[in-house]
Every structure is written in structure tokens, then in C-alpha cells.
């Protein structure tokens, strides 16, 4: 048998990857095609609630609700922290369920209502009870988590108006404090809902 025909490993690599590259040109053409038709139009000028107040805005399809909040709406008491849904500086309320902004697609609010930190004060700007709470048990060290964990305790007492201070901890154990400030948290939440005078 002459070196020409016999069959190596060498060879038969090359065969295996000359006849799959081949095999593979077929599909090349196809997904070519495929890529080349316009994908379907996604809406980018969005109506949302936020606040109350229909608010028009236009969204990049990959946009985060914290994104849109702080850089197209100005509604900068929504901090980025983690910026991956883990410290919570980003919570809102979404139909008054806490979710983090910066893990929430802006398009995926459209038909619902958004609460942001500056949703809570009065128009005349009397503070709500949990941010009148907070200052009085001297919650905010620097503040940065404050608004976060304003709003996880407003959702908390929405639906639990009375909590123990061990329901309260689970209620903002989501939200991250940098100054270690917890028990004067769950002392605001004691307070908003009337159990601390």
C-alpha cells in the first residue's frame, strides 16, 4: 500500500473536519438568509405609569426600568448600587410589590404602576409616615439605601400592616445597608406601624 492511500489519523481528521465544514456551508447559506430579513419592530416610544402620572418615554428593548427611572425620567432617589439585583438600592414598587429596577426590562411595565422613593410625598411635601419614621429612628447613616428600604418597608406594611420586628427583618432582608444600620431600620418600620412610640 503506497503512503498516498493509506489511511492516518492525520488524514482522517482532516477528512472528518473538511467534510463537516462542508456540511456546515449549507446551513452558513441559510442562517445568512435568515440574519439578512429585518427582525420584528419592537415599540420604543412607551407610555408608563410611574408616580401617578402617565409618563412618555423612548426605550431601547434591552433597557432596565433603573436605567430609564434615573437617566430618561430624572427620578434619581432610584440608585444603581450592585447594578445585578443583589444590594437593593434599586427597589421600587411595581402594582405595590417591591422588585429591583435594575433587574426589571422598562418594557415589561407598560401596563402597570410604578412607585418610586419621590411617589411617596405628599404634594405638599409632608414626608410619608415610613420616611418620617425612618429620620425619627435616625435610620439613614449615608443614606444611599434609604430610599430601597423606605419602599420594602411601605409594600411590607400594605400587606402586613402589623408585622413582628422578625417579619420585618425577612421584609427588608433584600436591601443591603453599607453603614450597618439595621436596627434602626426595623425600628422605623416598628414605628411607622405604630408599635414604637
Known amino acids: ?47 408608563i405609569n410611574v408616580n401617578g402620572r402617565t409618563r412618555r418615554v423612548d426605550v431601547l428593548p434591552q433597557e432596565t426600568l433603573a436605567h430609564t427611572l434615573r437617566y430618561k425620567l430624572e427620578l434619581t432617589g432610584t440608585k444603581l448600587g450592585c447594578n445585578r439585583g443583589e444590594c437593593g438600592a434599586c427597589t421600587v414598587l411595581i402594582d405595590d410589590v417591591t422588585n429591583y429596577a435594575c433587574s426589571t426590562l422598562t418594557h415589561s411595565v407598560k401596563q402597570r404602576a410604578v412607585t418610586t422613593i419621590e411617589g411617596l410625598q405628599a404634594a405638599d411635601g409632608q414626608l410619608h409616615s415610613v420616611q418620617q419614621a425612618f429620620l425619627d429612628e435616625l435610620g439613614p447613616q449615608c443614606g444611599f439605601c434609604t430610599p430601597g428600604q423606605v419602599l420594602a418597608t411601605v409594600a411590607l406594611l400594605k400587606s402586613n400592616p402589623r408585622p413582628t420586628r422578625e417579619e420585618a427583618r425577612e421584609a427588608l432582608a433584600g436591601n443591603l445597608c453599607r453603614c450597618g444600620a439595621y436596627d434602626h431600620y426595623l425600628n422605623g418600620v416598628m414605628r411607622a406601624s405604630g408599635q414604637l412610640s
Do not use: D
Not at 10 to 36: C, H, P
Open 1 to 47: 500500500m503506497s503512503v498516498n492511500l493509506r489511511l492516518t489519523r492525520r488524514r482522517f481528521i482532516k477528512g472528518v473536519i473538511y467534510s463537516s465544514a462542508a456540511a456546515l456551508s449549507g446551513a452558513g447559506v441559510y442562517l445568512a438568509s435568515a440574519q439578512s430579513r429585518p427582525a420584528a419592530a419592537v415599540e420604543r416610544l412607551l407610555s
